[in-house]
């Protein structure tokens, strides 16, 4: 077999982060702009800025990977810096920590997003019914104000199991939970448990005297 062939294929492969690979059109990067920041990830970091070598390696024109790189720089995903080569040398390098704080913040924004659409949901599963542009500012509101998702998801427990499935209500009893300082779950429940206890204790038993009852 053609030895040229073989050391072809004995080439290593590259590596593509799968996150970039499925989600590059949200960073605002182009099909062309990708292949090279999977060819620049797959080189020892830091890289020399180096276009012409960048360009045969790649078989991509000059001019091409000069745009690319310059249009990735200004979308803030790499930096291009002076530094000493080996040499003492100063000399253009290429960094992307950049672009995997972009990639990092995007996939914290992307889980928030995703744990707010189950709460959405889960208020139109309990509701029976899709729920108004109001009635979602009104959620958001809450988590903005500081509600966690498990308490606003008890309040409408709450709402539902008393048969009053309105926000204005679900709205008082996280605002009356707020008064008391209650934040979650368990505090919800140990709450109920003493108001129980309390009732309880406090009962009125009449006195009445049963045994002596002359009527």
Request: hydrophobic share 35%.
């Amino acid at each position: 077999m053609n030895k040229k062939f073989m050391d072809l294929l004995k080439i290593k492969n590259y590596v593509v982060p799968s996150y970039l690979f499925t989600n590059y059109s949200l960073l605002g990067v182009s099909d062309k702009e990708l292949i090279i920041l999977i060819y620049l990830i797959n080189k020892e970091q830091p890289l020399i800025c180096d276009y012409k070598k960048i360009s045969e390696e790649m078989n991509i024109d000059k001019k091409d990977v000069m745009t690319c790189i310059s249009d990735l720089k200004n979308k803030g995903l790499l930096e291009i810096k002076l530094d000493k080569n080996s040499e003492s040398k100063l000399e253009e390098y290429i960094f992307l920590d950049s672009l995997f704080s972009k990639i990092f913040i995007n996939f914290i924004d992307n889980e928030d997003k995703n744990e707010k659409s189950n709460v959405y949901s889960l208020f139109e599963k309990e509701l029976g019914r899709i729920m108004s542009p109001i009635e979602y500012e009104l959620i958001s509101g809450w988590i903005s104000n500081g509600y966690s998702e498990e308490l606003i998801l008890e309040a409408l427990k709450e709402a539902v199991f008393s048969g009053v499935t309105n926000f204005r209500y679900i709205d008082k009893i996280l605002f009356e939970w707020s008064k008391k300082g209650i934040k979650s779950k368990d505090q919800v429940l140990k709450s109920k448990k003493e108001y129980k206890t309390n009732k309880e204790e406090n009962v009125d038993v009449p006195d009445y005297d049963w045994l002596n009852n002359n009527e």
